[in-house]
């Protein structure tokens, strides 16, 4: 298996276009470890997951080799606020850099270029790397990049799948025209998307046959289907070594171009 790299935004980093999700993940931190060493090495957190512990374990020792990724709840959006939630979080995970510090979702209370004031700061003093964004629309992202003075907003953290491609219509072109990696969260729509028989019957007929076709399993369809887009990276998860293994061979391969035109069009509106 061979795992694909994507370029975070502008930076020249390049990513695993299969991550590690941690939202409600229970398994061990060598599950994870494990994820890493076969070339999911994006993990994605939150401080409101109760993950940063567990990801601090899986990541100790090989932190070099990780694209750690944590988020900031909209109540700790104030400056002072964000800051020391970035301490925590740097904390809680065991290491003194934060590669992707992303705002969790947009705030109605506190304005942006106040929050944005922290985040230069955390990246002026090492502590983060690059800023992100998450659950931000087009006229929330053009704010978000509009309060930044020194740098930009390399990636913005949405729900994308098969399921609910809402988003093609106008973030992910306004994403790819500013150099912005889509983050694609639930990209398995929570687990549906591994099982074949999901309510859409027409989706769940073609991505049984294409698996077949394809000799992969539902779950790398779909993660490969919407990874086809050079702007996207997905971050499912999984709690099981087994279920870790199976998402990062959703990578490495293409599907044919018929597997891939049904699978648009079973699974357009
Ligand atoms: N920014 C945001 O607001 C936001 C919101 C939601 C999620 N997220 C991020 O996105 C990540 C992923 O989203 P998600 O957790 O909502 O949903 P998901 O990744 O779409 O689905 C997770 C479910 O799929 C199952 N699964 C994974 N791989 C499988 C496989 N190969 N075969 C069968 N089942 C499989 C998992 O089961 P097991 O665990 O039993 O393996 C789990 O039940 C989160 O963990 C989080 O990091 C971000």
Known sequence: MKMQLKTLGRTGVKVPEIGLGTWEFTGKPETLRRGVEIGASFIDTAEIYGTEDVVGKAISGIRQKVFLA???????????????????????????TIDLYQLHWPSNDVPIRETMRAMEKLVKEGKIAHIGISNFSVQQTKEA???????????????????????????IPFCERESITIVAYSPLARGS???????????????ESVRRT???????????????RENVVAIPKAN???????????SGWHLSQKSFELIDEASKG
Not at 72 to 78: I, L, Q, V
Not at 81 to 96: I, P
Request: aromatic residues 6%; charged residues 25%.
């Open 70 to 96: 944590t988020k900031a709840s909209p109540n700790h959006f104030k400056y002072d606020d964000l800051l020391m939630a970035a301490e925590n979080s740097l904390r809680r995970l065991g290491t003194s």
């Open 240 to 250: 099981s070594p087994e279920h870790v293994r199976e998402d990062c061979e959703a």
């Open 145 to 171: 990049q509009e309060a930044l003075s020194r740098y930009e907003v390399v990636s913005n953290q949405v729900e994308y799948h098969l399921l609910d491609r809402s988003i093609e219509s106008e973030l």
């Open 214 to 228: 394809e000799g992969k399993t539902t779950a790398q369809v779909s993660l490969n289907w919407i990874n086809s």
């Open 193 to 207: 998307l591994a099982h074949p028989s999901i309510r859409n019957k027409r989706l769940s007929s073609v991505l």
